[in-house]
């Protein structure tokens, strides 16, 4: 039992907490825009 509280509970700790930081950037970083740049006019010729 003290083996697992004093190297096993950490390693599990920070294995969690690492999966959980992934997800969140990946799902973020994944996510669809609010609008689509594509249409957005690039140039205007003659105002």
Request: glycine share 10%; aromatic share 6%; net charge negative.
């Amino acid at each position: 039992m003290l083996l697992f509280v004093k190297l096993l509970a950490p390693v599990l700790a920070g294995g969690l907490a690492g999966a959980v930081t992934m997800y969140g950037v990946v799902s973020s970083q994944t996510s669809t825009p609010d609008n689509n740049p594509a249409n957005q006019q690039i140039l205007t010729y003659g105002d």
